[in-house]
């Protein structure tokens, strides 16, 4: 008898089981999910097995596209392309120890007429503890370039306007960028001293760390409805000058799926451009 209701019960309780799962996951979840770590995202974000290529919209009009493609740096100062891992039986394209990661962007927007197409690229790279260490910055608006880089281990920001040889640089390091007096006199602009505590904002005027933008950053595990379907995702969002939001939304692996700005602008995976998507 014992074993005859045995398996109905058994049965029974895998059926309660998976409807609780359902429930929770489907329809029981709170509104925005639940909160994830910071540091778990932007994991994801630096070790995705792909790039991230969206289109940028502003007002539903189409300005550009962007590309991000992030890389992770081997011990033997490769690049590899795969998520971090360890190397146990010598199979080919596994990462053997993690160094750094780089992650490379371009693009370009047009905000007026075709030839106005402003192009840009970025590079950045990190440590193996996902510290930045150097950033470089190209923004190409024919015949002007600008490049900006940023180098965390010198301590130093360079500046530099056209191209070679006839270009224009300059170097200014980290604490100079707290004395605007310093730099207007290097950029053969000198000001009298404490003249610029009278022309600039008393929080620039004090220097750069004196600056807060605001920014609470917050992660939530959520949902993506892509049509009809939904689909898992990381919902990331933060305020600026606690007046406008930034909103991020990625997939599991870490792909850019969506990116909402101040200003109406929006940033769309071309993979879903043409399904409606609610973040």
Known sequence: ML???????VALFWVAMNGLLWRAEMIARPEGGSPVSLDLVWDRMLTAPDESSLEIFQNGRKLGWLRWTPRIEEANGRLAAEPAGTVTNGLEGRVERVTGYTVLLDGNVAPAEPANRIRFSAQ???DDRKDWRYLMLRVTLRPQVWELRADAREQTV???LGEDPNAWEQRFTFAELGQPEAILAALGLPLP????R????????????KVALGLNWEARSDWLQIGSARARSYRVS???????EVLLVLSRVGEILRVELPNKITLISDALVDFPVKP
């Open 158 to 160: 360079t500046f530099k």
């Open 198 to 209: 009278a022309l600039l904002p008393g929080e620039l005027a004090a220097g750069p760390r």
């Open 193 to 196: 001293p404490g003249w610029s």
């Open 238 to 244: 933060a305020r600026l000058l606690d007046k406008y």
């Open 124 to 126: 950045l790279e990190f």
């Open 3 to 9: 074993k005859r209701i045995w398996f109905p019960l």
